[in-house]
């Protein structure tokens, strides 16, 4: 890779990131921020509001105006890195295809692959709460996973990258969170920037106290992974690590860190799910329940079924709360990722998502 000099040091790649106001992208780059090699990582980002661009500039990063509806701008900067990391909507797969387009642009332009790290979730079934099932995907079994259909959430963007890498312009890691859990801090939350808050927990939360009463999706029996929000990150800096290669003055040269495991794999042997414990959405439920009698919006701890009307009124686009989602971080592990915070953490966690 060819060396640049960025405030006099040289670099050893430049990252574009999306999604760095929310809560996954916001976490990853505050953790790449505080990085070791933070130095030697030229950085930029797409954000929505003018004065954002001010302050991620103060801290060393370049931020340009726009969103992922534009889709020229992405290409254009993917165009400019070596490696992108996708954050933002899972589900754009016009962002996605502007992406590996710039990626495209950059391999005939330069003749080097470069990276993309997108962040996805296609695991989900109808179950709407009625019952649990035994089928758990690893992310080892890639039979498995390309056995999923394209109706499956995100499914089509996921071939879109898994098919670029393919084609040999793009090596693509595909990250699977789960249900993600715990209030992000750091520099970006510090400074307003970022989003501290998860989706799904947080969402049942507001809802729950908004019915005086604990809710759920049908009886509650579905189940899903939970993970850490620090745990995701740690996967997403096992990759970049493996990546991005490290400057040797003393022999003159660059060389990548070598990887432990052979499974350190990308496009069709590039998923990494991102889980570290299971539960059902009625001890979700029933936790949540917990808080509101603690705090005395409710009288009962136990979950009922949000009905159909509320239904209506809370999820019109359908939710996916009530599927199942089972999965296993096989290759996350086997590359070495060691997650700490476990579904005891999850539960007791949700106290801290209750709105006074």
Known sequence: MTSLHFHHQTISAHIFLTGATGYIGGSVLTRLLSHPR??????TVLVRKTEQVSSFRSMG??????????????????????????CADADDEDAAKAILQGLKDRHEKTGKVPSLIHTVSVLADNAQGMYATDVI????????????????PHRSVDIAVT??????????????????????????VDAGLQNPHSQQIPMLMKL???????????EGKNIWPNVHI?????????????????????????????????????GAEGYYFCENGKHTLYAVGEAIGKVLVAHGKAKDATPTPFTAEETQRFFPGGTSLGSNSRCRADRARAIGWKPIKTTKDMLASIKHEFKH
């Open 38 to 43: 933070s130095d030697t990582f030229k950085m």
């Open 137 to 152: 995907y690893s992310d080892l079994n890639i039979p498995q996973i390309e056995s999923l259909p394209i109706t499956q």
């Open 208 to 218: 729950s106290q908004e019915r005086g009463r604990a809710g759920m999706v049908g």
């Open 163 to 188: 098919n670029a890498d393919h084609e040999g312009y793009v090596k693509t890691y595909i990250i699977l969170p789960s249900t993600i859990y715990g209030i992000a801090s750091g520099s970006l």
């Open 230 to 266: 620090q745990d995701v990150v740690d996967v997403y800096i096992l990759i970049i690590e493996s990546i991005i290669p490290h400057t040797s003055e003393e022999h003159g040269h660059r060389s990548r860190t070598p990887v432990a495991s052979p499974h350190f794999g990308h």
């Open 61 to 86: 990063i370049r931020a340009v105006l726009g969103s992922n509806a534009d889709l020229a701008l992405l290409r254009e900067l993917a165009a400019d890195a070596d490696l992108v990391i996708a």
